[in-house]
């Protein structure tokens, strides 16, 4: 499956759709739609005009137009291939519709509405998997990481908002082999410092979708973004062992020491709110102040947006 193209930002966002067919030029929608079946073309077409900014079309509308056309998929047939093609189609989407743009939450409700209607089908699990491992296996290359940082995030804070009860083989298979393909890297150890937030993470999943299913749907709700920000802190640490070894590489900066005197706060076995805060803090004050090496300033914004996006959508405190 051809990756779809990196994500947008809010300001080119076009959810415009030609006047005399539901494919073509419509910004979102796939360059192969032509070859769609008919119905998941039309579906493409309704769910691009309710995403619009000043459409006429309410979310719960569309939701009840596309229940009417959609049916309940079988296990093979016409239905089966609309459900699978309209599953791709908004996990597409859900990755290039940024986190923080109003679209974004209308996508989130129009799916919570399909649910509703018993429309949330054992075919559109079996996308959300297939893609979540391509976006793992894909963020395993080290030189497509900041390529794919925005669609990550934007993809995991779509899951983490539905309502559905993801499937115990999402946790097992993709995110631990994501979790796992950062513990054995190595050709390049010195990339990947050691974060325990990472093996706390890990071992919560290796616990069984037993355990997992029996602390409800609101920790599957937010294990993913969770996981998509441990991801990006990941990949932004390296500055950590960098602002030790070379502090001359940034301009002004006289509290390097600080990365090294997080005591339990940095290797406790709990990924804790104290832990969190300190992270964050140091992130900022790497924005505010590096100046000198925008590199590392870039580094430390995706890791505190990505914070950001932990922080919006997970208001229990649980951890």
């Known amino acids: 499956m051809t990756l779809p193209p990196r994500p947008v930002t809010s300001s080119q966002i ?10 073509g030029t419509t910004a979102l929608l796939p360059p192969t739609s032509h070859g769609l079946p008919y119905i998941a073309c039309i579906a493409h077409a309704i769910t691009c005009f309710a995403l619009q900014p000043q459409t006429s079309m309410t979310i719960e509308d569309a939701s009840n137009e596309l229940l009417k056309m959609m049916g309940n998929p079988s296990e093979d047939g016409e239905e089966c291939g609309n459900h699978m093609e309209f599953g791709r189609f908004i996990l597409m989407i859900a990755e290039q519709i940024p986190y923080d ?6 996508l989130v409700t129009l799916i919570n509405y399909l649910q509703k209607g018993n429309w949330y089908s054992d075919v559109f699990m079996m996308e959300i998997n ?7 296996e894909t963020s395993m290359d080290n030189s497509q990481l900041a390529a794919e940082m925005n669609r990550f995030v934007n993809y995991n804070a779509f899951l983490s908002q539905i309502d559905a009860h993801l499937p115990a083989s999402l946790l097992s298979t993709a995110v631990l082999h994501f979790l796992n393909a950062f513990e054995m890297d190595y050709e390049h150890p010195e990339s990947v410092p050691n974060s325990p937030g990472i ?3 890990l071992q919560a999943f290796q616990r069984g979708p037993q355990e997992i299913n029996a602390k409800g749907k609101g ?10 920000s441990l991801w990006m802190i990941q990949n932004a640490t390296h500055f950590f062992a960098l602002l030790v070894s070379e502090p001359d590489r940034i301009t002004d900066w006289d509290h390097t020491t600080v990365w090294t005197r997080t005591g339990q706060r940095f290797r ?12 964050k803090d140091g992130f900022r004050q790497v924005v505010d102040e590096a100046a000198a090496d925008s590199y590392l300033g870039k580094e430390a914004g995706d890791a505190l947006r990505a914070m950001n996006v932990v922080d919006g959508t997970d208001a229990s405190g649980s951890w």
Do not use: Y
């Not at 076009?14 to 494919?23: A, I, Q, T």
């Not at 920790?219 to 998509?228: I, K, Q």
């Not at 406790?268 to 992270?279: A, C, I, L, M, V």
């Open 219 to 228: 920790l599957l709700r937010t294990a993913t973004v969770r996981v998509a």
């Open 130 to 136: 297939q893609n979540m491992e391509i976006v793992f």
């Open 14 to 23: 076009d959810f415009k759709l030609p006047s005399d067919r539901f494919w």
């Open 101 to 106: 743009h109003p679209a974004h939450r209308k």
């Open 268 to 279: 406790g076995d709990r990924f804790s709110r104290e832990r969190w805060k300190f992270w």
């Open 199 to 201: 093996h706390n993470a």
